[in-house]
């Protein structure tokens, strides 16, 4: 993502990939030990494979992360074309955050993703590269697998 001088508003998500196809899934603890508020509003858990779109300065990408959710902590990898990425993240109710560090032409890359679970299949929100201060939107939904 190329440097910029603008910044919108607090986004409201945070984890991130990086590359026209990353792919990311989550993955739940069982129900006898998650604690009630780590679900989405429904009651089920964010975790599986997920398609992440984003769009940012016009530029728009495609990613797959696999997501792991534990009680309210989020961990995983996102495939971002040139590399898999860890992430770290947390779930609070409908709200969505995670993170990940790369690297972009040589220089260090962290991208926050902050969003709302809408449905048991789709997550949107912001995502911001934080070193480049570029911000845009993300969508993401149940990969197909």
């Known amino acids: 993502m190329p440097p910029s001088t603008s910044r919108r508003a607090a ?13 990311c899934a989550l993955t ?3 129900a ?10 429904n009651g089920e858990s964010i975790s ?5 779109h984003t769009v940012a300065q016009g530029n728009e990408r495609n990613y797959t992360c696999t997501l792991t959710q534990e009680a309210d902590t989020l961990s995983g990898t996102c495939n971002t074309g040139e590399r898999t990425v860890q992430l770290a993240g947390k779930v ?14 040589g220089s ?4 926050v993703f902050k969003g709302a679970i809408e449905s048991p299949t789709k997550i ?13 939107d993300f969508k993401i939904g149940r990969a197909h697998v």
């Open 32 to 41: 006898d030990t998650a604690p009630t508020n780590a679900l989405a509003a």
């Open 11 to 23: 986004a409201p998500l945070a984890s991130s990939c990086e590359a026209p196809t990353t792919t």
């Open 28 to 30: 739940s603890p069982s």
């Open 124 to 136: 949107a929100g912001t995502v911001l590269a934080e070193e480049f201060n570029v911000e845009g």
């Open 48 to 52: 599986g494979k997920w398609q992440v």
């Open 108 to 111: 260090p890359l962290t991208v």
């Open 92 to 105: 609070d109710g409908k709200k969505v955050t995670w993170t990940y560090k790369s690297e972009y032409n």
